[in-house]
């Protein structure tokens, strides 16, 4: 068995089991435990995407996380909803207002392509994180619901590899950016997440609100695409900055944003379509 294979099965053998720890035995002040790995997640995910984006660590990688922090205390001592809002419009603003400084050095000259590369540094990971903690705080959320979501994204990513195995010999390169993957894993794993959400929701039941049949294909066909470019996105800005990985944290898979790009793209959706499903109810 290869190195990087034996590698990517102990991450995983090790990591599930301690999420779901988390999870379960933790879910006190919204799921605090889990709540904390999300947010240490971010914090590192904004170094990793600091050095893809200007090559180094700049100061605003260590500021941009608090959206995720302000995001969690928003749900645990339940201040005005519109707080997070706030700050992350603040954030925006602020990676904006570097350059009326930081512009000189160049006459202003770079000014436009920096103030974009701050504003996707304030964007990516923390606000796209920020939603887990938005999830997490959802009234009548509950551990069943937040598994639900980790089947779906994980699920999408382990079938797509699957599929793509089985069946993608002749029809991979599709993608100039991401040249490995193949038609027959996006088409199969698009088409077993949406069955992993019939088969969740069929376990589950008991402890989640009712799905109908619409958003049960909604929930996986959605998470499956948000998935699928989120792991295109980040092969994206890894070819930009010329690197193989965004970091080295996880053995075998990389950095955190190598790692968890498809959970992080896909988390803002689950969000909206589970909330949406909490108003049906």
Do not use: C
Not at 159 to 167: D, Q, S, V
Request: positive net charge; charged residues 15%; glycine residues 8%.
């Amino acid at each position: 068995m290869e190195k990087n294979l034996r590698d990517r099965i102990f991450t995983v053998v090790i990591g599930i089991p301690a999420v779901l720890a988390l999870i379960f035995f933790i879910p006190q002040l919204n799921y605090i435990g889990f709540s904390l790995l999300v947010i240490a997640v971010g914090a590192i995910g904004s170094i990793e995407m600091s050095r893809l984006l200007f090559g180094r660590t700049v100061a605003l990688a260590y500021i941009a996380p608090v959206i995720t922090v302000v995001q969690y205390l928003q749900g645990v001592l339940g201040f005005n909803q519109q707080i997070p809002d706030l700050v992350f419009i603040l954030l925006i603003l602020f990676a904006f207002t570097i350059e009326i400084k930081a512009g000189e050095a160049d006459d202003f000259k770079q000014s436009l392509d920096r103030s974009a590369r701050n504003a996707l540094l304030v964007l990516y990971p923390g606000y796209f994180l920020s939603f887990i903690m938005r999830l997490l705080a959802l009234e009548g959320i509950n551990n069943y619901a937040i598994m639900m979501y980790l089947i779906l994204a994980f699920g999408n990513d382990v079938f797509a590899y699957i599929w793509g195995r089985l069946f993608g010999k002749n029809n991979k390169g599709v993608l100039k950016v991401s040249p490995k993957k193949s038609v027959a894993g996006y088409v199969g794993s698009f088409i077993t997440t949406i069955a992993l959400a019939f088969g969740s929701y069929a376990l589950f039941k008991e402890h989640l609100p009712h799905i109908s049949v619409a958003f049960r294909i909604l929930l996986g066909a959605g998470i499956s695409i948000t998935a699928n470019v989120g792991d295109l996105i980040e092969s994206v800005f890894k070819r930009s900055a010329g690197v193989k990985d965004s970091g080295n944290i996880f053995p075998g898979r990389g950095g955190a944003l190598d790692s968890l790009d498809s959970e992080i793209a896909s988390a803002p959706v689950f969000f909206i379509i589970f909330s949406m499903i909490m108003e049906a109810v």
